[in-house]
């Protein structure tokens, strides 16, 4: 996982229950995308989640705001979303808005980073 000293400096800027949001979002890519590196860019407010180098190698960020976060998946136009998780209308990468820990846990959204996954292993082949 990414420095904790520099996701806590950039923690302390948001409220509570994003920071706790953002504890377990990380928490569950983490069991999500067993080996995955997470890095964090300060300046853009996010984290990043990848298997390999560059936009290609990433899987998925967390994009964090004053209101939640969102869970951007690369290649998410091309991936199935039978429950219309994503938003956003980017011919490449499309995002899952997450307000509450209990968004998480909701139907479709694993699959949505399992998918992406695959998707960044293809590339990475």
């Given at each position: 996982m990414a420095a904790n000293v520099a996701i806590d400096a950039l923690l302390r800027t948001y409220p509570e229950d994003v920071?706790?949001?953002?504890?377990?979002?990380?928490?569950?890519?983490?069991?999500?995308?067993?080996?995955?590196?997470?890095?964090?860019?300060?300046?853009?407010?996010?984290?990043?989640?990848?298997?390999?180098?560059?936009?290609?190698?990433?899987?998925?960020?967390?994009?964090?705001?004053?209101?939640?976060?969102?869970?951007?998946?690369?290649?998410g136009a091309a991936l199935a979303d039978p429950r219309g998780l994503l938003a956003g209308s980017g011919k490449v990468h499309r995002h899952v808005q997450l307000r509450t820990v209990e968004d998480l846990q909701r139907a479709g959204l694993k699959q949505l980073v399992l998918g992406a996954r695959a998707a960044c292993r293809k590339r990475l082949k």
């Open positions: 920071q706790t949001l953002l504890r377990q979002a990380r928490k569950t890519l983490g069991e999500w995308l067993p080996g995955a590196v997470e890095s964090v860019d300060e300046s853009a407010r996010m984290l990043a989640y990848r298997y390999g180098p560059g936009y290609k190698g990433m899987v998925c960020t967390l994009l964090l705001s004053k209101s939640g976060i969102k869970l951007g998946l690369v290649g």
